[in-house]
């Protein structure tokens, strides 16, 4: 299968700061990736869609200003947590797939954010 | 609304036995089914899926689903379970034409020796 990569594995950083998450596919080309977030033990949450050299799609409820989406290439798609606190603590996955909704999305591995 | 349910939070058999991961779904048109398992800390991993054709779909590790479409269930089953198949299943379905996944609640495998 495709591959996804995610960086940073897990971070930590002080209230206020802000953190940049990388998702890349390293073997096609993703028009579309997707950002979740995943509390311990339950769903993953979908946060927004992110477009290829357009805005993100946000779903609702997340807050854009806060969660700030770029997805510059074909291949990179960044989250950017601004203004950490520490309820934004979280496991946070990306994915990618070949746009279309029969194609299987690949994951990266996670991120695990810890706001101090 | 597409959505998708996992009845069950947790389900536990011994090595050996066979095991089912209940999966139910709600869709308008065609539905296109996944099955992923996450690890602890890790990203989700791909098992199966169902499109079309067949409604037993083979796949990962030993893994099988049945679509059944008059029960609107994705059953995810395996002959016979291994402690290393323990982990956190999630079943779900694809929405709209943009790939994006609408997931269960995730069920519990728990294989003990």
């Known amino acids: 299968g495709a591959v996804v990569s995610q960086h940073p594995s897990w971070v930590i950083c002080k209230s206020g700061t802000s953190v940049k998450i990388e998702c890349r596919s390293l073997d096609f080309q993703a028009t579309t990736m997707f950002w979740y977030r995943q509390f311990p033990k339950q769903s993953l949450m979908l946060m927004a869609t992110?477009?290829?050299?357009?805005?993100?799609?946000?779903e609702q409820g997340v807050e854009k200003d806060k969660f700030l989406i770029n997805h510059a290439s074909l291949t990179l798609s960044t989250l950017t947590v601004t203004s950490a606190h520490p309820e934004d603590s979280s496991f946070y996955i990306c994915s990618a797939s070949k746009y279309r909704r029969e194609t299987e999305a690949f994951f990266g591995q996670g991120t695990r954010l810890t706001v101090v | 609304a597409q959505s998708v349910a996992q009845p069950e939070d947790q389900v536990n058999v011994a090595e050996g036995n066979p095991l089912t991961v209940k999966c139910t779904y709600s869709v308008s048109g065609n539905p296109y089914l996944f099955w992923y398992v996450q690890y602890p800390n890790r990203g989700l991993q791909f098992l199966l899926k169902?499109?079309?054709?067949?409604?037993l779909v083979k796949g990962s590790y030993g893994f099988e689903a049945e679509f059944n479409k008059s029960q609107t269930s994705f059953h995810l089953k395996k002959p016979s379970a291994l402690v290393s198949d323990s982990a956190l299943y999630f079943c779900?379905?694809?929405?709209?034409?943009?790939?994006?996944?609408?997931f269960g609640q995730g069920t519990t495998l728990q294989v003990k020796p």
């Open positions: 169902y499109i079309t054709g067949d409604n």
């Open positions: 992110s477009n290829e050299g357009s805005k993100a799609t946000y």
């Open positions: 779900a379905v694809s929405s709209g034409n943009t790939g994006k996944l609408i």
